[in-house]
């Protein structure tokens, strides 16, 4: 079983819509997570960190459930940039070693 | 000029060769790591490095060494390439705040071939 495991779709879903992508992690000892963006063969970026009592970025809204385990991205009136691969990372404290998922591929379609 | 650089960017070598790659960055960051990314594997950790005396093996360190020739450089090196070590590798940096939630920044990556 892989230490975070993420549906790796792909999402094709219309301009506008919105989207929500699951990820769950199997150590219970992590400390932090995190949503990361990677574009096609570009670098991954941090999206945003994810926290207990939930974060919201404009549009996008993280949320953690430690006790299930459960990380979730949810992205409102999506726009075509929105296009990308998103990972879902957790992280020990100090964040020495994050262990990445395998991404979830969303595309918005015009 | 980008804060994190891979040299080289694309390189095709032979079953057996030495090769380098290097990492560079102008972050002040005291940590940096290795990574290679797999289709369908994801990214995993290769080294990490807290300061120049500091080397750590990550995940999957076996077929591979690296240096950290000062604060801002950090090289990966496969001694003796072989095809299963094609993938793309990714260099990282993070800053020893003591935050839980510091950034890790990526430099471009580097696509590796292995004949």
């Known amino acids: ?110 | 000029d980008a804060d994190v650089t891979q040299t080289p960017r694309n390189r095709i070598t032979k079953t057996g060769k030495r090769i380098m790659l290097e990492c560079s960055q102008t972050k002040g960051h005291d940590r940096m790591y290795w990574y290679r990314q797999d289709p369908g594997l994801g990214l995993r950790l290769i080294y990490y490095s807290f300061d120049v005396k500091d080397i750590n093996k990550g995940e999957i360190s076996d077929g591979y060494s690296v240096s950290r020739q000062a604060q801002a450089k950090f090289s990966l090196s496969l001694e003796s390439a072989i095809p299963n070590q094609t993938a793309l590798y990714f260099c990282a940096t993070s800053d020893v705040s003591g935050r839980a939630h510091n950034e890790q920044f990526f430099g471009p990556g580097t696509r590796l071939t292995v004949l």
């Open chain 1, 1 to 110: 079983r892989k230490e975070v495991e993420q549906d790796p779709g792909p999402f094709n879903v219309p301009e506008g819509a919105t989207v929500a992508f699951n990820c769950t992690y199997s150590n219970s000892a992590s400390q932090s997570f995190f949503w990361y963006r990677q574009d096609c063969r570009k670098e991954p970026k941090l999206l945003m960190s994810v926290y207990s009592s939930g974060n919201e970025d404009g549009r996008f809204t993280a949320q953690l459930n430690r006790a299930s385990q459960y990380i979730s991205l949810l992205i409102r009136d999506s726009k075509l940039s929105d296009s990308a691969t998103y990972l879902c990372v957790a992280g020990n404290f100090g964040n020495e070693k994050l262990t990445f998922g395998t991404g979830t591929r969303l595309t918005i379609i015009p």
